[in-house]
């Protein structure tokens, strides 16, 4: 499995940015999605998921300001950013999970794209 970012960039505290992350390879194996993200000196944060049936997760710090969702296809996840704050300026990366299930055992993949900046201003 294959993930590209785009949408990063620089806004204004208070404005909006879409991410896309469009995935290619075995996709049909992908059993979630998310976004994960890493500030300058912390460590890399669950943002937003959503599982192959569109259950959705979200951190308490982005709850009512962000929204993660695919397309029909399931090939691309968004997450659309609403309300920008200083504080969400970090590098995005998009995760994918595929659980390969065998008579003795599960065994999980991930993977990651190559991250897309956002940066807010104050």
């Known amino acids: 499995v294959q993930l590209v970012e785009s949408g990063g960039g620089l806004v204004q505290a208070g404005g909006s940015l879409r991410l896309s992350c469009v995935a290619s390879g075995r996709i049909t194996d992908i059993t979630a999605m998310g976004w994960y993200r890493q500030a300058p000196g912390r460590q890399r944060e669950l943002v937003a998921g959503i599982s192959s049936s569109r259950s959705t997760f979200y951190a308490d710090s982005v709850k009512t300001r962000f929204t993660i969702s695919t397309n029909s296809a399931k090939d691309t996840v968004y997450l659309q950013m609403n309300s920008l704050k200083p504080e969400d300026t970090a590098v995005y990366y998009c995760?994918?999970?595929?659980?390969?299930?065998?008579?003795?055992?599960?065994?999980?993949?991930?993977?990651w794209g190559q991250g897309t900046q956002v940066t807010v201003s104050s």
């Open positions: 995760h994918a999970e595929v659980i390969v299930t065998t008579i003795e055992a599960k065994t999980k993949f991930e993977y």
